[in-house]
Antibody
Framework: EVQLVQSGAEVKKPGESLKISCKGS????????IGWVRQMPGKGLEWMGI????????RYSPSFQGQVTFSVDESITTAYLQWNSLKASDSAMYYC???????????????WGQGTLVTVSS | SSELTQDPAVSVALGQSVRITCQGD??????VAWYQQKPGQAPLLVIY???NRPSGIPDRFSGSSSGNTASLTITGAQAEDEADYYC???????????FGGGTKLTVL
């Protein structure tokens, strides 16, 4: 069974750094792209970008380029989303998602993590 | 702003049919997918590649597309279909993924 399990909710202050995780299991983690999606409170889904675990290739949405960093640790089948300096406007639910099996850059996702709620407040 | 446009809200009487639409230039050349999202839950894929249903999705959900408009139709809406629905595809460059703004479906 394909599963994406995300790390727990976080409460941070503006300016702090944060790294949230997404652990994949039940499929060949290395071979399929993992996407990240933001959902601000009461708002819609926003595609942040995608990472290929096999070689850490990334593609960031222009809206998120330079604001966040994607990474992976293949040895523990885990993808990460990182901020160096959080802002209040980063408060949102963040989802990881994948499409498997699909050997290409996916435009849709059939498996989703449960989401990680990030709250940034002074 | 999203390159895919959806009506913010739609309502349907229990047991009736409803169509949710998604407009965007990229739909002329790229497939659309649809997701259902209920409060407090992750999105659930209900239609992919314009008209295909993943395993486990009831056949009252169907998809179609013509020109720059894609549609999700629920034939015989049930109370449990009340949710937000999002379309998604690539942008016009094909290099990025975009979501529509979402449609809140109310089942009366």
């Amino acid at each position: 069974e394909v599963q994406l399990v995300q790390s727990g909710a976080e409460v941070k202050k503006p300016g702090e750094s944060l790294k949230i995780s997404c652990k994949g299991s039940g499929y060949s983690f290395t071979n399929y792209w993992i996407g990240w999606v933001r959902q601000m409170p009461g708002k819609g889904l926003e595609w942040m970008g995608i990472i290929y675990p096999g070689d850490s290739s990334t593609r960031y949405s222009p809206s998120f380029q330079g604001q966040v960093t994607f990474s992976v640790d293949e040895s523990i089948t885990t993808a990460y989303l990182q901020w160096n300096s959080l802002k209040a406007s980063d408060s949102a639910m963040y989802y990881c998602a994948t499409r498997t099996p699909y050997y290409g850059f996916p435009e849709y996702y059939d498996y989703w993590g449960q989401g990680t709620l990030v709250t940034v407040s002074s | 702003s999203s390159e895919l446009t959806q009506d913010p809200a739609v309502s349907v009487a229990l047991g009736q049919s409803v169509r949710i639409t998604c407009q965007g230039d990229s739909l002329r050349t790229h497939y659309v997918a649809w997701y259902q999202q209920k409060p407090g839950q992750a999105p659930l894929l209900v239609i992919y590649e314009k008209r295909n249903r993943p395993s486990g999705i009831p056949d009252r959900f169907s998809g179609s597309s013509s020109g720059n408009t894609a549609s999700l139709t629920i034939t015989g809406a049930q109370a449990e279909d009340e949710a937000d629905y999002y379309c998604n595809s690539r942008d016009t460059s094909g290099n990025y993924v975009v979501f529509g703004g979402g449609t809140k479906l109310t089942v009366l």
